[in-house]
T-cell receptor, first 115, second 111 residues
Framework: DAGVTQSPTHLIKTRGQQVTLRCSPK?????VSWYQQALGQGPQFIFQ???????QRGNFPDRFSGHQFPNYSSELNVNALLLGDSALYLC??????????????FGPGTRLTVL | TQLLEQSPQFLSIQEGENLTVYCNSS?????LQWYRQEPGEGPVLLVT?????EVKKLKRLTFQFGDARKDSSLHITAAQPGDTGLYLC???????????FGDGTTLTVKP
């Protein structure tokens, strides 16, 4: 049973460019959350997708957008990249009942470097 | 905004020593989770504590949730080099559907 997978593993971009990161959830999971983890810090919640819609959003600008597909996989898009966007981007999947969110499992992350 | 403060930020000890790391907040959480993260990998869940005052043991690791569900501690007995890593706590509010992480404690256990 494959866990959460993310691609690419590493990515180097320049300021102003756009980037798309991808995540496939653990089998049986229907909810995907994205986190940004800067060096030396804990993960910061970006947003969560459930039933192909953004269900929750953290304190991130509109340059950060996402999408969830019918197969529950998800993409994170970042436009107009800034140097400060350099970080490890983590995807976490879980199974959501109507009233609660079960334990989430994290992927290995995508290391984004903006030059 | 709910914040979780973890202490100490860094901890370096010798193999065989005991240690405790802390996770504190002014906010109440539905539950609290502890993760361990190694370089280049995502966080791996160690435990979830739900009830105020709850104590859970995982081999040499003991986790405690404060009575008021605002704080937690992780105690490691007889630390081993394999315990080296970043220990993160995350508070969860079920209705919010998201986790709020602390900045972690970086533990180094020297052989």
């Amino acid at each position: 049973d494959a866990g959460v997978t993310q691609s690419p593993t590493h990515l180097i971009k320049t300021r102003g460019q756009q980037v798309t990161l991808r995540c496939s959830p653990k089998s049986g999971h229907d909810t995907v959350s994205w986190y940004q983890q800067a060096l030396g810090q804990g993960p910061q919640f970006i947003f969560q997708y459930y039933e192909e819609e953004e269900r929750q959003r953290g304190n991130f600008p509109d340059r950060f957008s996402g999408h969830q597909f019918p197969n529950y996989s998800s993409e994170l898009n970042v436009n107009a990249l800034l140097l400060g966007d350099s970080a490890l981007y983590l995807c976490a999947s879980s199974f959501s009942s109507q009233r609660s969110t079960d334990t989430q499992y994290f992927g290995p992350g995508t290391r984004l470097t903006v030059l | 905004t709910q914040l979780l403060e973890q202490s100490p930020q860094f901890l370096s000890i010798q193999e065989g020593e005991n240690l405790t790391v802390y996770c504190n907040s002014s906010s109440v959480f539905s539950s609290l989770q502890w993760y361990r993260q190694e370089p280049g990998e995502g966080p791996v869940l160690l435990v979830t504590v739900v009830t105020g005052g709850e104590v859970k043991k995982l081999k040499r690791l003991t986790f405690q949730f404060g009575d008021a569900r605002k704080d937690s501690s992780l105690h490691i007995t007889a630390a081993q080099p394999g315990d080296t890593g970043l220990y993160l706590c995350a508070g969860i509010n079920t209705n919010a559907g998201k986790s709020t992480f602390g900045d972690g404690t970086t533990l180094t256990v020297k052989p």
